[in-house]
């Protein structure tokens, strides 16, 4: 059903039936369309003469036939309360951007008529013709066009080129995802509207979906997104989501049960019914869009923050995708120590990190480069990071825990040079950084032939090849897990600007080779030993097996 500027004051809808409702009686397509009122109530309404058909009173149990048209003129009635706070983000002459608060319905629709977005901005604006839609409960950026020339503009050639979400899930979202597959009906629900993804096209009518989900963060049993559309369907993050196992969270449909819906219709959603939710309203925000000005041909990018996040953590992993990273957060998992971790892409929106790294007390800095071809990329990388850390932590009480090595100050190789400049740069900052200088590290996961030369030698072993060399030198080493547990305990030490972890193990590298040839275990070395070549020789049998 249509509004328009004209019936601002008053409700005035229209619409005209479609295939899909052609042969219905009159009250099953009120009570279909809009539940909010029951089979009785639109009968009164009916006999009231509110609801014309054709300009012509009608009888409820009269059957539609296609391009009638059903008129709707409502007395004023209460509306639900909704959150009426939009913020202009850019005017011109030509166009709005907008951003939407959650819990503001676009168009009138339902029990909201003055309580929309389009309401808001009819009554300010004049015509306003929105070039993009948000559900009630989406927040975020919006634009909208002054006139009809300029949204023609819009809808006759494809100027809006990117649209990004942020979205809080269930589940722990660890690693990016292409999600491209096909939105069907999902005939499983009892709700008309509900949407299923599948990867393989479905009998029956579907369209094609695409989006890239990107992790920003996880913790305390959620996980924080980057959703970049490919296509825009109706549903199309919420219901691919859903299908993939990870429910965003305060989603009464998607979410952990779609009764939530149901309940929410008859207003019959219980205190642990709202406990589960988590979030009164779904956390999905759109928080960029980037488009050509439809008169200009200006390029326009606009950003908006979520107005939400993960819930409250003591502690912050940056690289716990990687190695060490990894075990850390099993070692904080062990601990009961509630903490977050942080995503390859939240260092490329850095209002969200700030927002994320706000709410923990201590970070846990392994994200970087090691080793690369080129010495120089590594450095910078390494100090770009350094610098986002600076400019989100400068100031603030956060104790950042820095990995380094203990050869830093006597070596001039980039790694070293990188972390030695971004101690620096800590200090002159006012971060609070305590260098974590840890000896060479192993485990099952560390990478051969990059900085672990127990990894490189276990590697070998695995695929039954020999070393170029191993030279009668003793390495200085720690297992990832004593590491881990150094790590952690230091988490209730003072701050110092410096921890120097001490290896617990000295193994001169013939020796390291001879163990990793034994497939019987003589000692806790040995377990470890094989653990970490069993590592390799699994996923040659994985690869073997593809």
């Given at each position: 059903?249509?509004h ?20 219905q ?7 279909s ?8 109530e ?27 048209v ?60 929105f ?17 009809k ?42 709700i ?5 993804y ?44 859903s ?12 979410g ?12 019959s ?49 940056t ?25 390859r ?8 990190l700030e927002?994320?790294?706000?709410g ?12 690369h ?19 989100v ?77 191993a ?45 990793l040839q ?24 994985s690869?073997?097996?593809?």
């Amino acid at each position: 059903m249509k509004h328009t500027p004209s019936s601002l004051s008053r409700r005035q809808v229209r619409s005209a039936v479609d295939w899909t409702s052609c042969g219905q009686t009159l009250l099953h397509f009120l009570v279909s369309r809009f539940p909010y009122r029951n089979e009785e109530e639109w009968k009164q309404v009916i006999r009231s003469g509110e609801i014309t058909l054709n300009d012509r009173p009608a009888e409820p149990e009269t059957r539609l036939q296609m391009h009638d048209v059903i008129s709707y003129h409502p007395a004023e009635l209460p509306e639900p309360p909704a959150d009426m706070n939009w913020s202009g983000v850019y005017e011109d002459e030509h166009i709005l951007v907008i951003d939407k608060p959650g819990n503001l319905c676009v168009h009138p629709a339902g029990p909201f008529f003055k309580h929309t977005l389009w309401h808001l901005l009819c009554s300010k604006y004049g015509d306003i013709h929105f070039i993009n839609r948000l559900d009630r409960e989406t927040s975020g950026l919006m634009i909208a066009a002054k006139d009809k020339k300029t949204a023609s503009r819009f809808s006759g050639r494809e100027l809006v080129r990117r649209k990004v979400y942020t979205v809080m899930v269930h589940g722990s979202f660890a690693s990016p995802l292409h999600a491209a597959g096909f939105l069907s009906k999902d005939y499983a629900s009892s709700i008309r509207k509900k949407r299923v993804y599948t990867s393989a096209p479905p009998e029956g009518p579907c369209e094609s979906a695409e989006t890239f989900f990107e992790p920003l963060a996880c913790g305390g049993g959620f996980s924080l997104l980057r959703a970049t559309l490919g296509t825009g369907r109706m549903h199309q993050i919420r219901a691919t989501l859903s299908s993939l196992g990870y429910p965003v969270v305060g989603d009464k449909l998607y979410g952990l049960d779609e009764n939530f819906y149901l309940k929410q219709k008859t207003d019959s959603l219980t205190a642990e019914d709202r406990k589960s939710l988590v979030l009164p309203r779904q956390a999905l925000h759109a928080s960029e869009i980037v488009f050509e000005h439809p008169v200009t041909g200006e390029a326009m990018r606009f950003a908006s923050s979520a107005p939400f996040g993960l819930p409250p953590a003591s502690v912050a992993v940056t690289g716990a995708e990687g190695f060490i990273g990894s075990f850390m957060v099993r070692e904080l998992e062990a601990r009961k120590i509630p903490f977050i971790t942080v995503g390859r892409a939240l260092w490329d929106d850095e209002k969200t990190l700030e927002k994320v790294l706000s709410g923990v007390d201590k970070v846990i800095h392994f994200a970087g480069l090691s080793r690369h071809a080129d010495g120089e990329f590594l450095y910078r990388r390494n100090m770009e990071l350094a610098e986002k850390l600076v400019r989100v932590l400068a100031g603030k009480p956060q104790i950042l825990y820095f990995a380094s090595s203990p050869h830093v100050a006597d070596h001039d190789l980039p790694y070293h040079r990188s972390k030695r400049d971004a101690m620096t740069l800590f200090a002159g900052a006012g971060v609070k950084a305590e260098a974590l200088l840890m000896p060479n590290t192993f485990g099952p996961g560390s990478k051969p032939f990059y900085n672990s030369v127990v990894s490189t030698f276990a590697c070998l072993a695995a695929r039954k090849e020999k070393p170029e060399r191993a030279d009668d030198v003793t390495l200085r080493l720690i297992p990832v897990r004593d590491l881990c547990r150094e790590i952690a305990d230091l988490l209730d030490e003072p701050y110092t600007a410096e921890a120097k972890i001490a290896h617990t193990l000295e193994l001169p590298l013939p020796e390291l080779w001879e163990r990793l040839q034994r497939d019987t275990p003589t000692d806790g070395l040995d377990r470890l030993l094989l653990e970490v070549r069993s590592f390799f020789q699994d996923r040659q049998s994985s690869l073997l097996q593809q």
